[in-house]
């Protein structure tokens, strides 16, 4: 069996632009999809019945296959999912009256379908062949010019055109679409919804779109687009609902809650709130929901629905770094202690450069999310022929929130360190110390644009359990700078400094610093960079690191990167030696996080060094 057909487009009529014989202006992406809704549901039906008669039990099966030519890619591809003749290709149970019925189905389903990618004028043909009894299926596709926009329109009623000005151009700005884009249904719905979710992120939670409108003439294939935008009453946040609460206290989420009654409502206070609630050590999942009745909008109920971990808890992972190696993780929580809902944790951490072992006694969340706790731990750490044991115990109270993080604590550290040459030293210090953590970017996870900034700061007075009188600082910062659609530029830099008057033998060796590695600079060893003493390298008082990262993303989830890192640590700054290194890198937006491969060359010591790191150290 052999034979074709041609299906010529057909021409809509109505009335567009003041032509006598033109399309009809109609949203037709929408249009097209329900036609081709209705056809298919008819097909099913048809199916059903032929299936069903025991004159169709009698007949042999039927089998084919089916190949599609259209460029572009995209629309082969919807063309593939969701034509009838491709579809049920696979089914071995296809009579021929069936397959003929798809045959004749199919050059009306490529028009509504590639209707919705803007392609208003395709020209199809159907091949059928039977070769080695079986039947091929070429369904060619000429789709013709691409309709772009030529216009735009978006306007908007209610309080917001005179209450918040900037939450309207908030909501224009979110429009993805501009003048000259191809125009296609599905891009043509996100950009009406992306606008719309700008509009109800602050004020306006119950705004809709009153009317929206795509005039396409396929003639010029041009579509005109207008929406226009109902903003609703501002609305104003009101009590927390809690629900779920069992073990712990509801308590615990009032003091977290950075909601006041009659605030205005803001998505982003809304996303603090449930951060707040997922740092606390208590819940497995929060779900938040507010009411969006334009009648009510004036303290307007915010529902928080937790689910609540249990009492006790083990956690644990194995994983690998190139500058710690392999790693052996764990922890264990019971988050009752006293009845009183006081989490307590051990945890600890082994790998071949560092062991460290913790406990920690914790107060729940007080007012504004500040939390108490003591602690103490126990670390070692072997690298670069330097040995240091450190003890550390204290308190702290700190807070954490959406965007800013602070820690005060006092903290008394004795370190002993061994070296190559030389007796092992031992220092001590009762340190009072402030750290802040700033987040500020587009995405947590992946981030394009912002910046992200931590310093510290401490002090300690010889006789005041210390062995000499110092003042340390350290800060770290990494910008991220978008360069188009697709590229990166990454800097980062480092600064730290212990000022005292006396040799850094008498300031605890964990509170120096050293240099090298994957989050420090590359092409060195992991902590390689310090006062070299006969192979041992020693922590030093002052550090200094930088660099600049180049990224080209070639698709969404694949890129390459080209890096240049430059540090030194040093007792001395005066003869501060610098350590450069060069390289090139392999990127992965993975499931879990940023994955990255590096080869890096140190210029100084003429050294080649892989490099392997999952997320963002920071």
């Not at 939670?205 to 903003?231: C, F, M, N, Q, W």
């Not at 205005?264 to 809304?270: F, G």
């Not at 770094?321 to 922890?331: E, I, K, R």
């Amino acid at each position: 069996m052999a034979g074709c057909a041609i299906e010529k487009p057909h021409e809509r009529r109505g009335e567009a632009g003041g032509r006598g014989r033109a399309p009809r202006p109609a949203d037709v992406g929408a249009a097209a999809l329900r036609r081709w809704l209705r056809a298919s549901l008819a097909l099913g039906i048809l199916l059903s019945l032929f299936a069903g008669g025991p004159a169709h039990a009698a007949r042999a099966a039927a089998s084919y296959k089916v190949d599609v030519e259209v460029t572009p890619r995209s629309l082969r591809k919807l063309l593939d999912e969701h034509l009838d003749i491709a579809r049920f290709a696979k089914r071995p149970d296809i009579s021929d009256d069936q397959f003929e019925f798809l045959i004749t189905a199919t050059p009306q389903q490529v028009r509504d379908l590639a209707a919705t990618q803007g392609y208003f004028t395709p020209v199809v043909r159907t091949d059928v062949r039977t070769v080695d009894n079986t039947k091929h299926v070429t369904v060619s596709v000429d789709p013709g010019p691409q309709t772009i926009i030529s216009s735009i329109s978006l306007s908007f009623r209610g309080p917001v055109l005179t209450e918040d000005p900037a939450q309207e151009n908030a909501a224009r700005f979110a429009f993805s679409l501009h003048e000259g884009d191809a125009f296609s249904q599905g891009d043509w719905d996100d950009a009406k919804n992306a606008s719309l979710k700008a509009l109800q992120a602050r004020r306006y939670l119950g705004a809709k779109i009153y009317h929206s409108e795509a005039r396409v003439d396929p003639r010029t294939h041009e579509a005109k687009l207008s929406v226009v935008y109902e903003s609703g009453p501002t609305f104003t946040m009101g009590k927390l609902d809690v629900s779920g609460t069992r073990r712990y206290p509801e308590q615990i989420v009032e003091n977290v809650n950075p909601i006041s009654v009659g605030d205005i409502y803001d998505v982003q206070r809304i996303t603090e709130l449930q951060r707040q609630l997922q740092n606390t050590p208590y819940y497995a999942s929060v779900a938040i929901d507010v009411d969006s009745d334009p009648a009510k909008p004036v303290d307007t109920p915010v529902h928080v629905k937790v689910s609540e971990y249990p009492y006790n808890s083990i956690r644990g992972g194995v994983g690998y770094s190139t500058d710690n190696g392999a790693l052996v993780q764990g922890a264990y929580s019971y988050l009752n202690t006293f009845g009183k809902a006081w989490p307590f944790t051990v945890d600890g951490r082994l790998d071949q450069v560092q062991q460290y072992g913790q406990i920690q006694l914790a107060m729940p969340p007080g007012p504004r999310a500040w939390t108490n706790s003591v602690l103490a731990s126990y670390t070692t750490t072997d690298v670069s022929d330097t040995r240091i044991y450190s003890i550390r115990g204290g308190v702290q109270r700190a807070r954490t929130s959406q965007f800013i993080d602070y820690t005060y604590a006092i903290l008394f550290y004795q370190d002993r360190l061994d070296q190559n040459v030389g007796a092992p030293t031992t220092s001590r210090a009762l340190v009072p110390s402030w750290s802040w953590t700033r987040r500020n970017t587009d995405d947590p996870l992946f981030p394009r644009k912002g910046n992200l900034i931590h310093v510290e700061a401490g002090f300690a007075v010889k006789g005041a359990l210390t062995d000499q009188t110092f003042i340390r600082g350290y800060a770290r910062g990494q910008q991220y700078l978008p360069i188009g659609k697709e590229d990166l530029v990454v800097l980062r830099a480092e600064l730290g400094g212990v000022f005292t008057s006396g040799s850094s033998s008498g300031i605890p060796a964990s509170l120096l610093f050293r240099a090298g590695g994957s989050n420090s600079v590359r092409g060195y060893g992991y902590q390689s960079i310090g006062n070299n003493v006969q192979g041992s390298v020693l922590p030093t008082k002052y550090l200094v690191t930088a660099s600049a990262e180049y990224q080209h993303w070639f698709s969404h989830d694949w890129g390459a990167a080209a890096f240049f890192d430059v540090g030194t640590a040093t007792d001395t700054w005066g003869e501060k030696v610098f350590c450069p290194g060069v390289g090139v890198g392999a990127r992965w937006r993975s499931p879990v996080g940023p994955v990255n491969v590096d080869l890096a060359y140190g210029i100084r010591n003429r050294s080649v060094r892989p490099y392997l790191t999952l997320g963002i150290a920071f």
